[in-house]
């Protein structure tokens, strides 16, 4: 488990590096410490190696369970945190997230992966927009799927565009506005 592990972050730093066409199984090895025989015992491509770096990430976004460590129940505070968690992940992944599109664009499996994480955060939003409406928080009148598609959409396009293409945003800013957006989408009281 620790070589595989070894490869694994040796595999990001390359392909933050020099990008995923250019990145060699060799250089993965070298800065792993291993004999390049022993990455063929772990996995089988680069391909291979790339999907276990973007899952590793994947989990991270994913998963923040900021419900469970923080206690918020409040759907203002809760999507401002859920919101916050997600930006700093990303900004702290930009590199990756970036290679993510790039490779998503020519190789189908990473497409579809790309996909994938995009119902996943689909999904996982529209749970929530479900309990809140039938809470009476939320206007009852939004597809909760639609809905948590389009606002999760509209979060990751842009921390692609301030994170990766760098535009000048400040992050607070960036929060602040994400948030309001969800909430008056939402239809969210501003008094909780």
Same mark, same amino acid.
Do not use: C
């Given at each position: 488990?620790?070589?595989?592990?070894?490869?694994?972050?040796?595999?990001?730093?390359?392909?933050?590096?020099?990008?995923?066409?250019?990145?060699?199984?060799?250089?993965?090895?070298?800065?792993?410490?291993?004999?390049?025989?022993?990455?063929?015992?772990?996995?089988?491509?680069?391909?291979?190696?790339?999907a276990?770096?973007?899952?590793?990430?994947?989990e991270?976004?994913?998963?923040?369970?900021?419900?469970?460590?923080?206690?918020?129940?409040?759907?203002?505070?809760?999507?401002?945190?859920?919101?916050?968690?997600?930006?700093?992940?990303?900004?702290?992944?930009?590199?990756l997230?970036a290679?993510?599109?790039?490779?998503?664009q020519?190789?189908?499996?990473?497409?579809?992966?790309?996909?994938?994480?995009?119902?996943a955060?689909?999904?996982r939003?529209?749970?929530?927009?479900?309990?809140?409406?039938?809470?009476?928080? #939320? /206007?009852?009148?939004?597809?909760? *799927?639609?809905? +948590? =598609?389009? %606002?999760?959409?509209?979060?990751?396009?842009?921390?692609?565009?301030?994170?990766?293409?760098?535009?000048?945003?400040?992050?607070?800013?960036? #929060? /602040?506005t994400?948030?309001?957006? *969800?909430?008056? +989408? =939402?239809? %969210?009281?501003?008094?909780?």
């Amino acid at each position: 488990m620790r070589t595989r592990s070894a490869l694994v972050a040796a595999a990001r730093e390359v392909f933050e590096r020099d990008g995923y066409l250019d990145a060699r199984i060799s250089d993965i090895s070298k800065a792993a410490g291993v004999a390049s025989g022993s990455f063929y015992t772990y996995f089988d491509s680069k391909d291979e190696i790339f999907a276990a770096v973007v899952e590793q990430v994947r989990e991270e976004m994913l998963h923040p369970h900021v419900r469970q460590r923080t206690g918020i129940d409040d759907p203002r505070q809760l999507i401002a945190a859920a919101n916050r968690e997600y930006l700093l992940s990303y900004r702290r992944n930009a590199r990756l997230m970036a290679l993510l599109e790039q490779v998503s664009q020519i190789d189908e499996k990473f497409q579809a992966m790309r996909y994938e994480r995009a119902m996943a955060f689909g999904e996982r939003n529209t749970a929530m927009i479900r309990e809140l409406q039938e809470r009476g928080e #939320v /206007d009852p009148e939004l597809d909760p *799927w639609v809905t +948590a =598609l389009a %606002l999760s959409n509209m979060v990751s396009r842009m921390a692609y565009t301030v994170f990766v293409q760098r535009e000048k945003i400040t992050f607070e800013q960036l #929060v /602040d506005t994400l948030n309001r957006l *969800w909430w008056n +989408a =939402l239809r %969210l009281d501003p008094a909780g």
